[in-house]
């Protein structure tokens, strides 16, 4: 896979493409990422299994979201906040909830995780981005 060269000095966020809630988010993420400093990659596509399995990650598990920041893997509470900090400006102070423990940031991330679908509900297949968009996906 040539591409994956390419792909270790982007910020990439996989995300499950089906769900509602992580749409929501990652649609938000665009609107607030006004100097595109993110790409977007569903956790479902061949290519976030490939990419995803040089880092070792279990690409079975689509209950988190995983923010891959210059080769960088973050997942879970991490990612976000991670991914929040590095939007810049005001954002920056997002940081601070690195001093939560990480089992408290964790599992309040799991239990949202866990209830997603029954909350927030899901598609049958991933949402294609509208055309203003596209560049910053991954196919």
Known sequence: MAKTVEYSQLKII????ICNF???WI????KL???????YLWLQSETAKALLRKHQFDTTKLSTIVYLNKG????KS???IKILSDLKGFWVLSKIL????????????IIIARY?????????SCKRPDVNHENQFIS
Do not use: E, H, M, W
């Not at 649609?27 to 665009?30: A, K, V």
């Not at 990422?33 to 790409?39: C, E, M, P, Q, Y």
């Not at 690195?98 to 991330?109: A, G, K, W």
């Open 14 to 17: 996989c995300y499950d493409g």
């Open 22 to 24: 992580c749409n929501r």
């Open 27 to 30: 649609f938000l993420l665009l």
């Open 33 to 39: 990422d006004k100097k595109n400093r993110f790409k």
């Open 72 to 75: 960088k893997l973050y997942t």
């Open 78 to 80: 991490t990612a976000v």
């Open 98 to 109: 690195l001093l939560i423990p990480t089992i408290i940031r964790d599992t309040l991330y």
């Open 116 to 124: 997603r679908y029954q909350l927030f509900g899901k598609k049958s």
